[in-house]
């Protein structure tokens, strides 16, 4: 079975730069469709990244123009690139393939 691992979480502060790393234990036929999601504190768990059907990105108001996510297939990779962090941020960021979950990596923005 696949495993997904995220990585690159930590402290940062407030207009600061992340990029969090899912690799995936196995090679997955289609890395499109990984999802990054993060859940904040006493929170339901959002999308905050996601390739489209059409091969390109979509993202909630929230982080667009912010966050990137992008994929390298031959290291079985899925990146979010977190630009111009913000305090409202903070949260334990997943990546997700279908009905599989990874353990998640804090961001930690502070103001």
């Known amino acids: 079975q696949v495993q997904l691992e995220e990585s690159g979480g930590g402290l940062v502060q407030a207009g600061g730069s992340l990029t969090l790393s899912c690799v995936a234990s196995?090679?997955?036929?289609?890395?499109?469709?990984v999802v990054w999601y993060r859940q904040a504190p006493g929170k339901q768990r959002e999308l905050v990244a996601r390739?489209?059907?059409?091969?390109?990105?979509n993202y909630p108001d929230s982080v667009k123009g912010r966050f990137t996510i992008s994929r390298d297939n031959a290291k079985n990779t899925v990146y979010l690139q977190m630009s111009s962090l913000k305090p409202e941020d903070t949260a334990v960021y997943y990546c997700?393939?279908?009905?599989?979950w990874g353990r998640g990596t804090q961001v930690t923005v502070s103001s």
């Open positions: 196995t090679s997955i036929f289609n890395l499109n469709a």
């Open positions: 390739f489209t059907s059409r091969g390109s990105e």
């Open positions: 997700n393939f279908f009905t599989i």
